[in-house]
């Protein structure tokens, strides 16, 4: 079981971390990836990070901004996002697979609830 915290209303060029905690199972070697679906439109992948930490994809919208990360003694998912913009406004989720491959193409096997994240402009 995937349960995402940390999202709220942050103004725009803030920060905010957002979390994703495993329970109920092993945590690995799970590739994980944070995903986020605006009203109105898909679901998109926003990062993505392998069982080691080694491979990292960021979104074109987020790079430079966004740092995905995992603390797997913790069974933990990160997304620390900087400058924060409106356009990142959405409901954030977490998704696990075994594949990295089905992280990267949105077919990950588990996924958590989302957690909203707004900017403010």
């Known amino acids: 079981q995937l349960q995402a915290s940390g999202g709220g209303l942050v103004q725009s060029g803030g920060s905010l971390r957002v979390s994703c905690a495993a329970s109920?199972?092993?945590?690995?070697?799970?590739?994980m990836g944070w995903f986020r679906q605006a009203p109105g439109k898909e679901r998109d992948l926003v990062a993505a990070i392998n069982w080691g930490g080694g491979s990292t994809y960021y979104a074109d919208s987020v790079k430079g901004r966004f740092t995905i990360s995992r603390d797997n003694p913790k069974n933990t998912l990160y997304l620390q996002m900087n400058s924060l913009k409106p356009e990142d406004t959405a409901v954030y989720y977490c998704a696990a697979d075994f594949q990295y491959r089905a992280i990267t193409t949105a077919q990950a096997s588990y996924w958590g609830q989302g957690t909203q994240v707004t900017v403010s402009s």
């Open positions: 109920g199972g092993t945590f690995g070697p799970y590739a």
